[in-house]
């Protein structure tokens, strides 16, 4: 095992994986900007490393620093969390030749998954239902509609290096075409450093259902079933659930299948997981692969009782997985809910000063957060606050207390979108489990759920 880990994050996710290391008696440094040095995943680490000042590339993007501070606090291990560095194959290929641990998978196979269409053709090779699309990158408009017409309008054009909703635009119409791949790739060059895009049949009303897959150095792999991240605005999740109301025991047994067998043929490492596009008549598609850990695993971390992170850091160790599929057992139901400094009326960013602060708690409740009174959101970084996961014997009652919870939850001197979350929360499509990747914009669209929004508004304290 590891005798001390550097963390590449900051934020909740930094705390997350700092107390995982203190369960497990690893020692851990935590890197910051200057503008982080007060935060908390700095008070808790055993030591700390200032990399630089706050914009992103000059610090938590900042490979040279990053690795410079593994060197002088003799660190064996880098974890990068998720964001920043995760799925940088370079920054993981300059860890293992400076013989340093990068917990995550080998640094082809983020390389591999990383690139949208090379990870289509792996998925095609390895067997995973795929929607039509283009068989590799589209170079010009001509190409985008020569494809689209071949395979049926709508389409979606995607950027081959992205993800997170950059560089996506829904086309419909031969003559929207033009524009659509002249505004996808110059925001796809502007995220991303490329311009590549390629194309796929567009899903009117998919849901967005991904696989949990747990893989060691040895071949054994398995999954730990699906999560649900159907509710999401401009292809941000919002909120995720575990298991998902769309899927029955059986088809739930056959994506997994489906999953570990793919991975199996591609001799997949460590934690990662295979994102599908579930449509209306339940077929699904493979969309794309996260190599590394999603900010929504404590649910699945909830109903499988399995510790994600303390996997990822014995995996990368190269301990065996030590557990088979018929091992796993998923009880109970898990949401939760993306808790972010923003205007809840217009989602625009509100960073400032959190001048009182109350985390709800109680059975069943679990909060990942560095807020705290007086903590100040930076404008530097994402406005992820924190993480509210609610826990119970099912999906009825895990809602009751989700709410319940979000009823308790104070921060003031900012905006936040809990007030969204309440009003979320009580629809009827989300209660009844029907809903879809549309579910947000469908509910800011009509009048019960403005008036909904707005109530909720009025109410958080």
């Known amino acids: 095992m590891f005798k001390k880990i550097l963390i590449a994050n900051r934020g909740e996710i930094a705390l997350r994986i700092i107390r995982a290391c203190r369960e497990m008696e690893v020692a851990t440094v935590a890197v910051h900007s200057t503008a982080d040095a007060s935060a908390l995943h700095v008070r808790f680490a055993d030591e700390a490393v200032c990399i630089g000042p706050p914009p992103s590339k000059e610090s938590y993007l900042n490979i040279p620093s990053i690795l410079s501070a593994a060197e002088i606090t003799r660190a064996d291990a880098i974890h990068p969390g998720y964001g920043f560095l995760s799925e940088n194959s370079e920054f993981a290929q300059v860890c ?156 739930r047994e056959k994506m997994g299948s489906v999953s570990v067998k793919a991975m199996e043929r591609i001799r997949y490492n460590n934690l990662g997981t295979i994102e599908y596009l579930l449509d209306e008549n339940g077929s699904f598609y493979f969309m794309e692969m996260n190599t590394r850990l999603q900010v929504e695993h404590p649910v699945t971390e909830a109903v499988s009782g399995i510790d994600l992170v303390r996997e990822q850091i014995r995996l990368a160790a190269g301990e065996p997985l030590g557990r088979r599929q018929e091992d796993v057992h998923l009880t109970g139901a898990a949401i939760e809910c993306r808790i972010n400094a923003e205007d809840p009326r217009n989602f625009a960013p509100s ?104 109530q909720a508004i009025e109410e958080t304290p």
């Open 96 to 251: 293992h030749t400076c013989k340093i641990n990068f917990i995550g998978p080998r640094p082809e196979m983020i390389r591999l998954m990383g690139n949208k269409v090379h990870a289509r053709n792996a998925a095609r090779e390895a067997g995973l239902p795929l929607l039509p699309g283009s068989d590799g990158l589209v170079g010009d408009p001509k190409e985008a509609e020569a494809v689209a017409r071949r395979i049926g309008f709508p389409v979606i054009l995607k950027a081959a290096s992205g993800g997170g909703g950059r560089g996506m635009k829904i086309v419909r119409s031969p003559a929207a075409i033009p524009g659509a791949f002249s505004i996808a790739a110059a925001e796809a060059l502007a995220s991303f450093g490329s311009g590549d895009l390629y194309i796929e049949r567009y899903i009117e009303k998919p849901r967005h259902i991904e696989i949990q897959i747990v893989a060691d150095e040895h071949g054994s792999i398995i999954h730990l079933g699906e999560r649900e991240c159907s509710v999401q605005r401009r292809h941000q999740k919002l909120i995720e659930e575990s298991p998902s109301s769309a899927i029955s025991e059986q088809m």
């Open 351 to 454: 960073p400032g000063k959190i001048t009182a602060y109350n985390a709800p708690g109680g059975l069943g409740i679990r909060i990942d957060s560095a807020a705290y009174e007086n903590y100040s959101v930076l404008p530097h970084y994402d406005s992820l606050l924190a993480k509210l996961i609610a826990f119970a014997e099912d999906r009825p009652r895990v809602i009751r207390r989700m709410r319940r919870a979000l009823a308790e939850f104070v921060i003031q001197g900012i905006r936040t979108n809990v007030p969204f979350h309440r009003a979320a929360l009580s629809d009827e499509a989300f209660v009844a489990g029907n809903y879809d990747t549309r579910f947000v914009e469908r509910l800011l669209a009509s009048e019960t759920g403005t008036r909904r929004l707005r």
